[in-house]
Structures are given as structure tokens and as C-alpha cells.
Nanobody, 115 residues
Framework: QVQLVESGGGLVQPGGSLRLSCAAS????????MSWYRQAPGKERLLVAQ???????YYADSVKGRFTISRDNGKNTFYLQMNSLKLEDTAVYYC?????????WGQGTHVTVSS
């Protein structure tokens, strides 16, 4: 069983930065992709960034140039570095791990961008 635990959310002013972490425990081998999604109040959950096992990355247009997804193999953790945050980045952020044997979600971490 794989468990994903996010951390790093919080309150930040516009223009600020945050780094979200997603720590994977259990058998996370055989993964295809790791992703960050976000869900703003009253809206659907949307893909923000993705890193494939082959090293390819995808970013939503709204975050290109500001967010970076990465992975620390030794710590079995992946990250979302968020810079130049905007009010519209406010949401609950979820990490997701796609494996051959299934899809796993974290519990979500709140990010609030406010002055």
C-alpha cells in the first residue's frame, strides 16, 4: 500500500514562494508519473504539473515559468516549487502517483495567497 503525505502549504503574500512536498511511503516502485493537482473552492480539480518516469514534464499554462516539479530519489519525495504566487493560485494542492498497479492521492495541503 502506498501512502502520500503532502506538506508545505500555508499563507503567503502575492509574489511570494512556497515549496510543497509529497512523501511517498510503502511500495512506490514501478511508477509512471507523479503529479500535482489543485482544486480551488467551488471548482474542479485540475492538473498543475507532472513529471514522468522518463523525465518529461508538463505544466499548466497558468503556472509555466513559475512552478517547478522535481523529485528526490533518495528521499522518495517529490516537490512543487511555487514562485511568484498569485491570488488565483489559492487552492488545495494534491499530489498523485501513477503506478502500474494503481493511482494514489495525497490528502491535500492548503495554499492561500493573500495580501
Amino acid at each position: 500500500q502506498v501512502q502520500l503525505v503532502e506538506s508545505g502549504g500555508g499563507l503567503v503574500q502575492p509574489g511570494g514562494s512556497l515549496r510543497l512536498s509529497c512523501a511517498a511511503s510503502g511500495n512506490s516502485f514501478g511508477w509512471n508519473a507523479m503529479s500535482w493537482y489543485r482544486q480551488a473552492p467551488g471548482k474542479e480539480r485540475l492538473l498543475v504539473a507532472q513529471l514522468t518516469n522518463g523525465g518529461n514534464t508538463y505544466y499548466a499554462d497558468s503556472v509555466k515559468g513559475r512552478f517547478t516539479i522535481s523529485r528526490d530519489n533518495g528521499k522518495n519525495t517529490f516537490y512543487l516549487q511555487m514562485n511568484s504566487l498569485k491570488l488565483e493560485d489559492t487552492a488545495v494542492y494534491y499530489c498523485r502517483l501513477d503506478r502500474l498497479l494503481g493511482i494514489h492521492w495525497g490528502q491535500g495541503t492548503h495554499v492561500t495567497v493573500s495580501s
